[in-house]
């Protein structure tokens, strides 16, 4: 601990159920709702009945995803760097780190724009597709490119609410983003017959309002006489720190989406019944992962806060009630996944073959949230506190784990061998991150 965190005083705050509830159950509403964009355009595209749109708004939101998922360390850097702000009792500093994230936000929006032809080419050129869905590809990317800066602030607002705990605030944000979406959507196609490029526009008008409701609610309620100067938000260090903070969150997120890739490229190896039914099953993971995330944003908050204040017992606690209300969401995610899960996979599908094969891996699927709790709370905390560095090694750690499993277990247990590495991977993040946690919370509070 440094001798600057030393000299600042303790503030100790109480951490109760309430509170942690009091997070938790907005964001896991506002997570869950986040796949809503992307459906919302496929339903309202697929009204149509032109299988090249269809396919189009599905390139479309594959390469969104990813945009918007390697920029998503605004969020959780900010949420971070705000909690410990806030701990602190530093509320220029609070106010900076909002100011600054949003320029930021800003700056990687415009050179996303900038960079737009060459990053769609890149991408229809790894994704493939008829001309005709290419066609409608760019017609939707070329609009929706254009609400990159829009969405990046979302990110920042909602990662500075959190960090505050404001998460109704951001929760209303969010309801704002999908509904504005929805309708704008449902007008533009379905009312003034725009095809793709109603679909796109619906969508980047939607980020757009919800960015301008969004500093409307927050720039009013900051503290002018804390209001911190152009000096202080362009300070060299500051902007180093959340620079360095959101490269490790980067290469931590780019690492989990190249495992999870990985599964899906080795699935598709073994043939098209695996393959869905393997993409069927992660469907039970992404689920568990959404109803998780939202006391890992409860643990973000309180940990950085409590590192902020340099209060150890907030800090315990909070690790111990957000991991208590996690592993009893975990475990009963795993009951309904064992008692619904057939029920589910012949609701997502009608194909006898791929029924069966679901089935028999159905076992494996309703481990994950079990053998993923860990990592998930331990992620929230690890963003909380800004030790993000630990973060990144102990995920490249588990990634290096993750291969050599498969290595041994896919030649000798087929698909098998292919979930038991995915367990392993999911288990070894959180009892890496577990295991580190001990020594940095020793060096941070003494």
Not at 140 to 157: C, K
Not at 309 to 328: C, D, E, H, I, N
Not at 342 to 350: G, H, N, R
Not at 423 to 437: E, H, N
Request: hydrophobic letters at 60%.
């Amino acid at each position: 601990m440094s001798d600057a965190a030393s000299a600042q005083p303790i503030r100790p705050f109480p951490v109760t159920h309430r509170g942690i509830l009091a997070i938790a159950v907005p964001m896991t509403l506002a997570y869950l709702s986040t796949p809503m964009l992307g459906i919302a355009d496929m339903a309202v595209i697929g009204r149509l009945g032109d299988a090249a749109l269809i396919g189009g708004v599905a390139l479309g939101a594959v390469i969104f995803d990813f945009i918007f998922a390697t920029f998503n360390f605004l969020r959780s850097g900010t949420t971070g760097l705000t909690a410990q702000a806030f701990g602190a009792g530093n509320r220029t500093e609070t106010q900076a780190v909002l100011l600054r994230a949003l320029l930021l936000a800003g700056v990687i929006g415009v050179a996303v724009i900038a960079l737009g032809r060459p990053l769609l080419a890149l991408a229809l050129f790894g994704l493939g597709g008829s001309p005709a869905v290419q066609a409608a590809t760019t017609t939707y990317y070329d609009i929706r490119i254009l609400s990159t800066p829009f969405a990046l602030a979302n990110y920042v607002l909602l990662g500075w609410l959190v960090g505050l705990g404001r998460a109704g605030a951001g929760l209303m944000l969010q309801t704002v983003l999908n509904g504005a979406n929805i309708a704008l959507t449902v007008l533009f196609v379905l009312g003034f017959g725009w095809g793709m490029a109603g679909a796109a526009l619906g969508t980047t008008i939607g980020e757009a309002i919800t960015a301008c409701l969004g500093l409307l609610i927050v720039l009013p309620s900051l503290d002018r006489s804390a209001r911190p100067s152009r000096a202080t938000i362009l300070d060299r260090a500051a902007l180093i720190r959340m620079v360095a903070v959101n490269r490790d969150i980067m290469i931590r997120s780019f690492a989990l989406l190249f495992a999870f890739g990985f599964f899906a490229s080795r699935g598709a190896t073994m043939g098209d019944v695996i393959l869905a039914a393997n993409a069927i099953l992660m469907n039970f993971f992404l689920v568990g992962g959404y109803f998780l995330d939202g006391f890992a944003a409860a643990a973000e908050q309180y940990a950085g806060r409590a590192v902020g204040a340099r209060y150890r017992p907030a800090f315990v606690r909070s690790v111990k009630l957000t991991l208590g209300w996690g592993y009893m969401l975990a475990f009963l995610a795993a009951a309904v996944f064992a008692l619904g899960g057939p029920l589910a996979i012949d609701f997502m599908t009608a194909n006898a073959d791929v029924r069966a094969t679901a089935r028999e891996f159905l076992p494996w699927a309703v481990l994950t949230p079990i053998a993923g709790v860990l990592a998930f709370e331990m992620d929230g905390v690890f963003i909380g506190a800004t030790w993000s560095r630990d973060m990144r090694n102990m995920m490249l750690a588990s990634l290096g784990l993750y291969l050599a499993v498969w290595w041994w277990a896919e030649p000798a247990l087929g698909a098998h061998g292919l979930w038991l590495a995915l367990l392993v991977f999911l288990s070894a993040r959180g009892i890496t991150l577990a295991w580190r946690c001990r020594a940095r919370v020793k060096a941070t509070f003494g």
